[in-house]
């Protein structure tokens, strides 16, 4: 869909500016480089769309079976994971123990 949208556009534009060069030649180059801003523009856009809708980022942690089992293990034994062990005991923010 974003594809087929740019290549209308595409043409639209490229339409518009040979309009516009023939129409005022004194101002050819001018035409010629608002067509290619806009072109790059254009692609640019197409790709990032494109690569956003092939792609989606997960928005929870990433979590592989072993840092499953080690904080079943941390539950289990009542012990709370390595970075809240090793912090001062007034810093220990008990929200952030495993649930």
């Given at each position: 869909m974003a594809i087929g949208i740019a290549v209308v556009a595409l043409r639209l534009i490229d339409s518009?500016?040979?309009r516009f060069s023939d129409r005022f030649s004194d101002r050819r180059l001018l035409a010629q480089q608002t067509n290619t801003i806009l072109r790059f523009i254009i692609y640019m856009v197409t790709i990032v769309v494109a690569i956003n809708?092939?792609?989606?980022?997960?928005?929870?942690?990433f979590?592989?079976?072993?840092t499953?089992?080690?904080?079943?293990?941390?539950?289990?034994?009542?012990?709370m994971p390595p970075s809240v062990i090793y912090s001062p005991a007034h810093e220990i923010d008990e929200s952030r123990a495993i649930a």
């Open positions: 518009v500016a040979s809708s092939v792609i989606t980022l997960e928005q929870k942690e979590e592989t079976d072993v499953i089992r080690v904080k079943q293990a941390f539950q289990e034994r009542g012990i």
